[in-house]
């Protein structure tokens, strides 16, 4: 992992678009909570086949005006046509976002056509060819290897795809094994990539919930984590310090051994994320 290290280290957090007027509220108070923390950007969600991309549209700007932090959205291209790509990037530059996590996305319940783009990579191509340098982009990366990937060697394929169509660095899908991101490294540096590629690390909340995210994504759950996490039954206040605890070793494993960032994937929530942040000693940053 020796070419990660001369990246000098991003923090950011995910957030997902809200679509109740208390989740509105709920979420504005976690942005504050987080914004001074002073991370390097928010990113924000992009529902299946766009489903979303008006809240995120809306809560992206809100995060840019009211915390003065850079908002990156998700811009999926599964079941969108170019010429809606290119309205919502044309809002974008509009409203002063330079930004972007650009995402196949997942195809929506009953949908039947893909849209305009099959892959992440065309989708790149295309906003290079429309916008130019105008967006730092970044893309997603799987260090277990994407589910639905035949093996291995067409996962980092797919994924050099992605960099040759012009993406600047990628976020990990969330692992708690960091040798599997060590390895996915160690495979790009093999065949040429030498970009950021930022661990993204998911806060322990709930057992349930982990479960049923990591089935649907493919991450896979230690059985000594899975255990732990069983044994707490529904105590959240243990679940959480267990979950602090286990995530912060995670994270200063990964930072000393190269790690050019993490991106912590929040659900909207501040607490944890805030505890293993200060735990990783980040926040001095604030008074650098």
Same mark, same amino acid.
């Given at each position: 992992m020796e070419s990660q290290k001369q990246y000098t280290p991003t923090f950011s957090f995910e957030f997902y678009p809200p679509k109740t007027p208390e989740a509105i509220g709920k979420l504005q108070t976690t942005q504050a909570e987080l914004a001074k923390l002073n991370p390097d950007f928010f990113s924000v969600t992009f529902g299946a086949g766009g489903s979303t991309r008006d809240m995120t549209f809306e809560t992206v700007v809100d995060i840019h005006n009211k915390t003065g932090i850079i908002a990156a959205p998700h811009i999926s291209c599964i079941g969108s046509e170019s010429n809606d790509i290119k309205a919502i990037l044309d809002k974008y530059i509009e409203s002063g976002i330079t930004r972007i996590v650009a995402l196949r996305g997942d195809l929506p319940s009953g949908s039947v056509g893909y849209g305009h !783009?099959?892959? +992440?990579?065309?989708?790149?191509? !295309?906003?290079?060819?429309? #916008? $130019? &340098? %105008?967006? %730092?982009?970044?893309?997603? +990366?799987? *260090? =277990?290897? %994407?589910?639905?990937a035949p093996n291995p060697r067409a996962d980092i394929e797919n994924f050099k795809k992605k960099? &040759?169509?012009?993406?600047?660095?990628?976020? #990990?899908?969330? !692992?708690?094994? *960091?040798? +599997?991101y060590y390895r996915f490294? &160690? /495979?790009?540096?093999?065949?040429g990539l030498d970009i950021p590629i930022v661990a993204g690390i998911m806060p322990i909340v709930s057992c349930t919930q982990l479960q049923r995210f990591s089935e649907a994504c493919g991450a896979e759950i230690p059985? @000594?984590?899975?255990?732990?996490?069983?044994?707490?039954?529904?105590d959240r206040v243990s679940i959480r310090e267990?979950?602090? &605890?286990?995530? #912060? =070793?995670?994270?200063?494993?990964?930072?000393?051994? $190269?790690? *050019? $960032?993490? %991106?912590?994937?929040?659900?909207?929530? /501040?607490?944890? /994320? #805030? +505890?293993? @942040?200060?735990?990783? $000693?980040i926040d001095q940053r604030v008074n650098d």
């Amino acid at each position: 992992m020796e070419s990660q290290k001369q990246y000098t280290p991003t923090f950011s957090f995910e957030f997902y678009p809200p679509k109740t007027p208390e989740a509105i509220g709920k979420l504005q108070t976690t942005q504050a909570e987080l914004a001074k923390l002073n991370p390097d950007f928010f990113s924000v969600t992009f529902g299946a086949g766009g489903s979303t991309r008006d809240m995120t549209f809306e809560t992206v700007v809100d995060i840019h005006n009211k915390t003065g932090i850079i908002a990156a959205p998700h811009i999926s291209c599964i079941g969108s046509e170019s010429n809606d790509i290119k309205a919502i990037l044309d809002k974008y530059i509009e409203s002063g976002i330079t930004r972007i996590v650009a995402l196949r996305g997942d195809l929506p319940s009953g949908s039947v056509g893909y849209g305009h !783009f099959r892959y +992440a990579n065309e989708l790149i191509e !295309f906003i290079r060819k429309e #916008t $130019g &340098d %105008h967006f %730092h982009i970044e893309v997603a +990366a799987y *260090p =277990e290897f %994407h589910p639905q990937a035949p093996n291995p060697r067409a996962d980092i394929e797919n994924f050099k795809k992605k960099i &040759d169509a012009g993406a600047n660095g990628a976020i #990990t899908q969330y !692992f708690y094994n *960091p040798f +599997a991101y060590y390895r996915f490294i &160690d /495979s790009c540096e093999k065949i040429g990539l030498d970009i950021p590629i930022v661990a993204g690390i998911m806060p322990i909340v709930s057992c349930t919930q982990l479960q049923r995210f990591s089935e649907a994504c493919g991450a896979e759950i230690p059985r @000594w984590i899975l255990k732990r996490l069983q044994e707490f039954g529904d105590d959240r206040v243990s679940i959480r310090e267990f979950g602090v &605890d286990v995530t #912060t =070793e995670l994270c200063e494993q990964l930072l000393t051994n $190269g790690a *050019p $960032g993490l %991106h912590f994937y929040t659900m909207n929530q /501040s607490v944890a /994320s #805030t +505890a293993i @942040w200060k735990n990783l $000693g980040i926040d001095q940053r604030v008074n650098d």
